[in-house]
Nanobody
Framework: QLQLEESGGGLVQPGGSLRLSCAAS????????IGWFRQAPGKEREVVSCINGADGGTRYADSVQGRFTVSKDNALNTVSLQMSGLKPEDTGVYYCAAGNGCAATRAHYWGQGTQVTVSS
């Protein structure tokens, strides 16, 4: 059974940076598409970025393209999301998930989430 645990959230000023990590246990991430999702208060959960565990292919939402970078560390079995140029609209609970596609409906395993707040 794959288990995921996020870390690295916090409070940051607009324009700042944060690095989120998703640590996996129970199975190699090579077999999955790993996605980062976020949910702001009163809004639907949305996909932020995905990485294919097998070939390293990446995808980004238009709203974060050029500001966020997703990466995978095979030795540590972790996926990270480097976020820079943060904006107040990036605020939300960030989740990592693993499944067979880059969509919430295709995610089978979820972490518990980590809060990111962008505010001055």
């Amino acid at each position: 059974q794959l288990q995921l645990e996020e870390s690295g959230g916090g409070l940051v000023q607009p324009g700042g940076s944060l690095r989120l990590s998703c640590a996996a246990s129970g199975a190699p991430l090579d077999y999955y598409v790993i996605g980062w999702f976020r949910q702001a208060p009163g809004k639907e959960r949305e996909v932020v970025s995905c990485i294919n565990g097998a070939d390293g292919g990446t995808r980004y939402a238009d709203s974060v393209q050029g500001r966020f970078t997703v990466s995978k560390d095979n030795a540590l079995n972790t996926v990270s999301l480097q976020m820079s140029g943060l904006k107040p609209e990036d605020t939300g609970v960030y989740y990592c998930a693993a499944g067979n596609g880059c969509a919430a409906t295709r995610a089978h395993y979820w972490g518990q989430g980590t809060q990111v707040t962008v505010s001055s």
